[in-house]
């Protein structure tokens, strides 16, 4: 059964119209992630939470926000897309950050931005 | 700057082996992932390594060098399932994992 569930698996939206992504977790686990990931290129963190603890990465535009109500639930909101927002985004979960903490991913939500 | 290099493309036929390397320059270092990723899929775990010396999981194995900032992946026997990116992480001095742009392997029968 899939520990890491992401909602839809593929998005299609308009240039500047919100659109909300969905990660759930059935892990229990403390931390939580968001990456943007383009073709051929290395995933790129976005943020992460840790419990309730957002940590935003300096180079992550404003555009990109997100929320976790509860341990389970990740949202990645992207407040005005544009063309270059396209991408497959990746939701992770990890226990634990330091060590051999491993970091399982969701199958990912591919957006498409007409 | 923190920098992972992998090549970019490697090919290699069914049942032989092949060896995929990864350098490092990071800001500290408290270990080395291995993850695959098939085309339109999400990444899944295949190795850790911390301390130097190779880590043996079935046809996988996984190097590390920490004084060369150098790990590679050996795949044996290999089969058309293993067609897939393969990506190097690093876990930084913050725990963050820094991520290598992968190697897309092509197997050919």
């Known amino acids: 059964d899939a520990m890491v569930i992401q909602n839809p698996r593929y998005q299609v939206t308009q240039f500047g119209k919100p659109v909300t992504l969905s990660c759930s977790q059935t892990?229990?686990?403390?931390?939580m992630y968001w990456y943007q990931q383009k073709s051929s290129q290395a995933p790129k963190l976005l943020f992460h939470?840790?419990?309730?603890?957002?940590?935003n990465e300096a180079d992550t535009p404003d555009n990109f926000q997100s929320r976790r109500p509860n341990t389970s639930f990740c949202f990645l909101d992207i407040r005005s897309p544009g063309l270059g927002d396209a991408a497959m985004y990746l939701c992770?979960?990890?226990?634990?950050?330091?060590?051999?903490?491993?970091?399982?991913f969701g199958a990912g939500t591919r957006l498409s931005v007409l | 700057g923190q920098n992972i290099d992998q090549p970019t493309e490697m090919t290699a036929t069914e049942g032989a082996i092949v060896q995929i390397n990864c350098t490092y320059q990071?800001?500290?270092?408290?270990?080395l992932f291995w993850y695959q990723q098939h085309a339109g899929e999400a990444p899944t775990f295949l190795s850790y390594?911390?301390l130097d010396g190779l880590e043996e999981k079935g046809r996988f194995s996984s190097f590390l060098s920490r004084s060369k900032g150098y790990s590679y992946l050996l795949l044996k026997e290999l089969q058309m399932k293993d067609s897939a990116s393969y990506l190097c992480?690093?876990?930084?001095?913050?725990?963050?994992?820094?991520w290598g742009a992968g190697t897309k392997l092509i197997i050919k029968p």
């Open positions: 992770a979960t990890s226990r634990d950050q330091e060590g051999a903490n491993i970091q399982y």
């Open positions: 892990l229990n686990h403390n931390v």
């Open positions: 939470y840790y419990d309730k603890d957002f940590n």
């Open positions: 990071t800001s500290g270092f408290n270990g």
């Open positions: 390594n911390v």
């Open positions: 992480a690093v876990r930084d001095s913050n725990y963050q994992l820094i």
